[in-house]
């Protein structure tokens, strides 16, 4: 089952306008990722916030991390076409023997217009 | 920046034939290494997780003899989609861990392998 849901599913803003994506898990993390999925292409790696953070920057991305409602947010300033893309949040699950795999959300799919 | 690589990008294939990708980490050697597929407009599903030297952990409901994986080096990984059937048709990823790198819980993922099973 997914663990992290993304809310909207997908979101339409001019050029130069802020987007806000909004991911909420079920279990207990020790981090939660966002990633960003070009058309038809792999993901990119964006943000990693772990679960005694509430807040990072990393250029126009803000992340926060409320782990008491279990929800994290991506916040994209001053958009620019090149933002266009799926953005996933993904939350590690860990089992025996040090086995790790994460779990991707469904998804919001943001399409900035010029 | 850890950099993965993915072959083919795109196939095209007989209904019935066997199709393999491979995976490769370009710059760093990878401990472990995972695919995924993603149908048209849906997230990513994880299919099995990859680990040098030993057997694939496959997810609840990947067929382990119809979709083969050899994890025969740190840096390269196959999926082999075996007597491929038109349902098989998706977009294929695979991602790899660092295992040098501090950043263990991030994943650096290939650009994707589209399979079209005629």
């Known amino acids: 089952s997914q663990q992290g849901e993304e809310d909207p599913q997908a979101l339409s803003i001019q050029e130069g306008e802020n987007a806000t994506m909004n991911c909420s898990y079920k279990?207990?993390?020790?981090?939660l990722q966002w990633y960003r999925q070009n058309s038809g292409r792999g993901l990119v790696h964006l943000i990693l916030?772990?679960?005694?953070?509430r807040e990072k920057h990393s250029g126009r991305l803000r992340v926060t991390l409320d782990t008491s409602k279990k929800s994290s947010s991506l916040l994209i300033t001053a958009s620019r076409a090149a933002d266009t893309a799926s953005y996933f949040c993904?939350?590690?699950?860990?089992?025996?023997?040090?086995?790790?795999?994460?779990?991707f959300g469904k998804g919001t799919k943001l399409s900035v217009i010029p | 920046g850890a950099v993965v690589s993915q072959h083919p990008s795109w196939v095209i294939c007989k209904s019935g034939t066997s199709v393999k990708i491979e995976c490769r980490s370009l710059?760093?050697?990878?401990?472990?290494m995972f695919w995924y597929r993603q149908f048209p407009k849906q997230s990513l599903m994880l299919m099995a997780t990859?680990?040098?030297?030993?057997?694939?952990?496959?997810e609840q409901g990947v067929e382990k003899d119809k979709f083969l994986i050899n994890h025969a080096s740190l840096t390269l990984s196959t999926l082999t989609v075996t007597s491929a059937h038109p349902e098989d048709s998706s977009f294929y990823i695979c991602?790899?861990?660092?295992?040098?790198?501090?950043?263990?819980?991030?994943?650096?993922f290939g650009p994707g392998t589209r399979l079209l099973v005629l």
């Open positions: 710059d760093f050697q990878a401990t472990t």
């Open positions: 916030i772990r679960s005694n953070e």
């Open positions: 279990t207990s993390i020790n981090n």
């Open positions: 991602s790899a861990r660092d295992r040098q790198s501090g950043r263990t819980e991030t994943q650096y």
């Open positions: 993904a939350t590690p699950a860990y089992s025996g023997a040090g086995s790790y795999q994460l779990t």
């Open positions: 990859s680990n040098e030297g030993s057997k694939a952990t496959y």
